[in-house]
């Protein structure tokens, strides 16, 4: 059996920036679906995960391919999951003295709980009763990685869409703080990333955002004319109602500009310790200010980067 260097559990949005980027690296790799529809143009799978499967039975993992990577996309609820999904493919996949390595996909949801800091790390305490969480301790502690994702936008998620079901009364307005975002490109990257410098990546959970803390009130004014950017008329488009609202409690606050401080937006996630992928310049959430990433795709120690030195560019928007 031909070792593939990715196998794809669930190839859903994520895969249509992944698939594209693996194809652009030479990288050899399969994919899962639940239909075995087409995804990026590629071809997948019809695998479904059963998570009650007997631990003595191992068939449903039979006709995966053999990987040296195995990248799970879809939620794991239990310690048990985790250990049936590895376990299984392992006794299946037997490629002693290197077994399959395994990496989770997260959320960042796990660090919504009360922390005595502003500034939310990776190290950070996290939900240890939340569901998720149980499950990626188990893959961390088989030596997989977990990539904890913030928001996901690209393609055809646009958080300017999402304005309208998250804020629908000024009350919902003012409980708007912080919000962290990420492009399905980097989540990309970010997998590609960890699995080409796995001894970094290993038994680690990374917190994988695009570096910036947006304030919810500067993208609802930054977006008030998002229901009528396709009329052709500007001039006479009215403002949204949630930039409206943001504008009032503006006022009745006295916040004097947009973006709020960090210290009003309250948790804000750390960074500069946490996995970076680093490429060329491409738009942020907001035009108004660009990444300053570089080719390919690797993990960097922000905290060691020269940003002056001559090998780094730097591009702001103007």
């Known amino acids: 059996m031909q070792e593939l260097e990715l196998l794809i559990l669930g190839a859903g949005w994520t895969s249509t920036f992944l698939i594209p980027l693996l194809r652009t690296h030479h990288l ?15 071809k997948t799978i019809q695998w479904t995960f059963d998570p009650d499967e007997k631990e003595d039975s191992h068939h449903q993992f039979s006709d995966l391919p053999l990987a040296k990577y195995v990248l799970i996309t879809f939620p794991l609820t239990s310690a048990q999951q985790s250990k049936t999904l590895v376990n299984g493919y392992l006794k299946t996949h037997d490629k002693t003295p290197s077994p399959a390595r395994f990496v989770q996909l997260g959320s960042t949801g796990i660090w919504q709980i009360p922390q005595k800091t502003l500034w939310v790390s990776r190290r950070s305490p996290y939900d240890t009763k939340n569901a998720r969480a149980i499950a ?73 955002t695009d ?9 609802m004014v930054g977006w008030a004319d998002v229901k009528n950017s396709d009329d052709g008329d500007a001039v006479a488009a009215e403002p949204s109602e949630q930039a409206k609202w943001a504008f009032e409690l503006m006022k009745e606050e006295k916040v004097w500009a947009l ?29 108004q200010v660009r990444r300053m990433f570089a080719p390919g795709g690797f993990l960097v120690d922000t905290e060691n980067i020269d940003f002056h030195h001559s090998s780094w560019e730097h591009h702001w928007a103007t």
Request: glycine share 10%; charged share 25%; aromatic share 8%.
């Open 28 to 42: 050899s790799y399969a994919a899962t679906t639940r239909d075995g529809r087409t995804v990026a143009g590629s």
């Open 136 to 208: 990626e301790d188990e893959i961390l502690a088989s030596g997989g990685c977990v990539l904890n994702l913030a928001g996901l936008w690209g393609g055809a998620r646009d958080p300017k869409t999402w304005v309208s079901r998250v804020a629908k009364t000024k009350e919902d307005v003012k409980s708007k703080k912080s919000l962290h975002m990420v492009h399905g490109l980097d989540v990309a990257r970010a997998i590609v990333a960890v699995t080409s410098d796995w001894d970094k990546a290993k038994g680690q959970r990374w917190m994988l």
């Open 211 to 219: 570096g910036f803390v947006y304030d919810w009130w500067a993208l």
């Open 259 to 287: 973006p709020r401080s960090m210290l009003a937006l309250g948790r804000c996630y750390f960074g500069s310790e946490d996995l970076k992928i680093v490429r060329q310049p491409e738009g942020a959430l907001v035009c």
